[in-house]
């Protein structure tokens, strides 16, 4: 009645799968974001609502899942309604990027890379890389798997894989990030290049050894989308170009998570020659990126760290979207105002030793109960009453104690450099 045929067993291919022995759809990957994303938005407008005192105990934690329990109901709905139409537009998507060789993967790796400012990138890598998409659980598995086969075969590694083209975006981060602040520095102001250099240098290699990227993508994307566009394109070029010279594998990350263990390392004594396509073909596109972003910073004079009187720092995700209002608060003022005056009566995050709570209080261990302040004091920040035992305290907070335990806790692993443990 919906477009599913409950009545066929669910083997790939099928659209559904067992989930607690309960034949159901396969949404995948994309119906594990959906839900993540419906789940985090909930708690984030809800776990911190005040509700009236007598429904006080249902606050925070135990609120968003009530909620959530019923939000997911019309979703189930929705989901045995829309989730077919969906699949089939997915799988007519996953088909052409298949079926399309070297210009599927160029399209794939576009998209990766365009879609970061929005978030959407997850749902093209995910499919792929952990998903059904390309092969049967997913690239990263499916790699791992066959690992020691395609290790011991002398076959060229794109005739036993050539699925491994939808995984070589990490190239970019590799091979482009070195490009691209070499740009920023050699066009930074001379009195600027040794600052520009201290900033530059650490976030390259990050992005180089662990695939982390942030700090220099959201850098250009933040001085000018122009740059980031660029970025897109020349990834999805480089590994279009390494594609067809034959260079498969699960390169999605850096050099140190991903491209040494898992490619480099166990492929060297049957395919160190596509190793060596893909080193050449990836100092080329470095020196490519030098070159472009050199010629589009100084032609559109783009302020870059350290150019003119542009502030020599990078820029991050949070900051990318301040600029276009999109911030948002993690928790009332009010309530961190409560629990830092709380933190203070106590004598500070040096002073406690483990933080509790059960329904209505603060159970809290100190080093030294001397350096707490009166009872007044704790009153004052909006507490009803204290009892003091040994080195041990209880501050009565009442009913939305867990939200006030929650921001105390994050005031201390703010203020400290050890995370303080609790009970």
Not at 97 to 116: D, H, K, M, P, Q
Not at 207 to 223: K, N, Q, R
Request: net charge neutral; aromatic share 10%.
């Amino acid at each position: 009645t919906y477009g599913v045929d409950f009545s066929i067993d669910p083997t790939p291919g099928s659209g559904l799968t067992l989930i607690a022995g309960i034949k159901t759809l396969d949404t995948s990957i994309i119906g594990a974001i959906v839900i993540s994303g419906i789940v985090t938005s909930i708690h984030n407008h809800l776990y911190e609502k005040p509700l009236p005192v007598c429904l006080g105990i249902f606050q925070g934690t135990s609120f968003v899942v009530m909620v959530a329990f019923f939000v997911m109901i019309p979703c189930a709905w929705l989901t045995l309604w829309g989730w077919p139409k969906v699949q089939m537009g997915i799988e007519s998507m996953q088909a052409f990027l298949r079926s399309a060789g070297a210009l599927g993967v160029w399209v794939y790796t576009f998209l990766e890379r365009i879609l970061i400012p929005t978030g959407l990138h997850h749902f093209i890598y995910g499919p792929f890389i952990f998903g059904p998409a390309a092969v049967e659980g997913g690239i990263q598995v499916y790699w791992a798997q066959h690992m020691m086969e395609f290790s011991q075969s002398t076959a060229p590694l794109k005739s036993l894989f050539p699925e491994g083209g939808f995984a070589l975006h990490g190239n970019s981060k590799i091979f482009g990030s070195v490009g691209i602040a070499l740009a920023m520095y050699v066009t930074a102001s001379p009195e600027n290049k040794a600052k520009v250099a201290g900033l530059l240098v650490p976030a390259t290699l990050t992005a180089m050894l662990v695939g982390i990227t942030e700090p220099l993508e959201f850098t250009f994307l933040f001085i000018s989308p122009l740059l980031f566009a660029v970025h897109a394109l020349m990834a999805a070029t480089m590994a279009t170009v390494m594609y067809l010279c034959g260079v498969v594998g699960n390169m999605g990350g850096g050099l140190l998570d991903q491209v040494l263990p898992q490619n480099w390392i166990p492929m060297f004594s049957n395919h160190a020659g596509m190793m060596f396509t893909q080193i050449g073909i990836g100092l080329v596109f470095t020196l490519l990126y030098f070159m472009v972003f050199r010629a589009l910073i100084l032609h559109f004079n783009l302020l870059t760290p350290g150019r003119e009187n542009s502030e020599v720092k990078l820029y991050s995700k949070a900051d990318y979207k301040a600029a276009r209002g999109q911030t948002t608060v993690a928790a009332s003022e009010s309530k961190l105002s409560q629990a830092a005056k709380i933190l203070k009566a106590l004598g500070g995050v040096a002073n406690i030793e483990s933080i509790n709570n059960c329904a209505t209080r603060l159970r809290i261990a100190l080093h030294d109960m001397t350096q707490t302040l009166s009872d007044d004091v704790f009153k004052a920040s909006g507490a009803h009453g204290v009892y003091r035992s040994g080195n041990a305290i209880q501050v009565i907070i009442g009913l939305n104690v867990p939200q006030v335990r929650d921001q105390l806790e994050s005031l201390m692993q703010s203020e400290s450099p050890t995370t303080v443990g609790a009970v």
